[in-house]
């Protein structure tokens, strides 16, 4: 008696299609996996972009004026100081030598009136944010306390006294500047005899009276004009420092060691004050050499723009993988439910279709709003992958839900970039609802017999 091969029996046909099931299936993760690589390049494409615009953003400040910080002003006094001769023993008459070092001392009180005045600028296709400031500084000094410093008065070299003020970039000076220093005027000067404390900036001379039984005071003030990039920042060096700052830009961010203590932002500009105590800051008000850095507290605003769009595109493309794996759910199990057979060629090209829209967005973001363009990027997706979907199905009905996926899964998405603070919180929920919904369609599903014959 002749037996049927067991290939031409149901349950045989249904062991040949758990292995195409499952070859289909490996087949499947391995192109996510590869698309997933595709995307990666997209991300690396980002990067070169970002790259390219802060180039421009310092070709334009090179030439404008780079990122300001302000410090000071600064008295510095010279003063002598006797070390012991290494070589005394070739020279008996000379046991010590001579060396110049410097004591500086900070403002008793110092206030900071400014105003900014920024204006765009473009290189290409990139925008960069500079300004112009108005800034007015006074306050006083107290007389140079040299003992408790432990300086011998006989040492100390008060005609070559001088005042600093520490300037990231000289290029930004618009206009001489003039020190009003009690009753004298003192034109500053580029450069800086001593870099304990600045290492660039302006100074100028000033006169120290030698008292040791009347304690003096020195009141100053100076008018600075500056240009500079996006970001002004100040070194509060006062005993007590006073900062008042306006400017007409709706979108600041304040930046650095101290926040302002009062902050009024409205839709065409914003107001700032800080008030910061000696008490407030790692350092004193008189020391030797470099024995301090003054940098660490340094604060103040950044201009920064509305929108950065090559970081929204970043958040965007990390979601990436998501929309691939799960539109490729939906078609795999179209394909099974409806019996239609999906060529692992055909899914490679709705996943490059998928990948298309990453490039768009990033391409049309450069010249409209990040909004629009994923707008404009997500309909074009949608409709390629829509039309490819109607050749390869010929079924309205699934070519609609290919549409109605992918429309969710991008509005969803751009819903969790505008959601910062909570786009963990609503990612993990909407990935939980996507389980859960996939569990509940395939609980019906014979995955060993999917080919047999419904009877």
Known sequence: ??????????????????ERLALKSIVIVVLILVLWGAVMLIQGLIDERQSRQQEAIN??????????????PVLTIPYIEYEKNPDAYKEPNTPYLKTIKYAHFLPEALNIDGKL?????????????VYNSALNFSGKFSSP???????????????????????NDLRGIEEEISLKWNTDKKSMNPGIASNDVLASGISTPVSILKSDTT??????????????????YFTPLGKETNIQLSAGWNTPSFDGAFLPDKRS???????????????NRNYPQSWKGSAYDIGTSAFGVNLITPVDNYQKSTRTVKYAIMIIMLTFVVIFFIEI??????????YILIGLGLCIFYSLLIAISEHTSFNFSYLISCMATIILISAYA???????????????VLSILHGYIFSLIQLEDYALLMGSIGLFIVLALMMYYSRKIDWYNLNRPRS
């Open 1 to 18: 008696m002749e037996t049927t091969p067991e290939k031409n029996t149901p349950s045989g046909q249904a062991g040949k299609s758990g």
């Open 59 to 72: 070709e334009v400040s090179s030439k404008w004026g780079q990122q300001q910080t302000l410090s000071g």
């Open 117 to 129: 005045f920024p204006e765009k600028r473009y290189r290409g296709i990139y925008e960069v944010v």
């Open 145 to 167: 306390d040299f003992a408790s410093l432990n300086v011998p008065k006989e040492n100390i070299l008060y005609d070559d006294a001088f005042v600093s003020v520490g300037i």
């Open 215 to 232: 304690k003096l005071s020195y009141d100053f003030s100076f008018n600075l004009k500056l240009k500079g990039s996006q970001l002004l």
């Open 265 to 279: 932002v409205s839709d065409s500009s914003f107001t700032a004050s800080w008030k910061v105590l000696h008490l």
């Open 337 to 346: 439910l409806n019996q239609r057979m999906i060529h692992p060629f055909q």
């Open 390 to 404: 109607k050749s390869v199905f010929k079924d309205n009905k699934l070519v609609g839900l290919v549409a109605g």
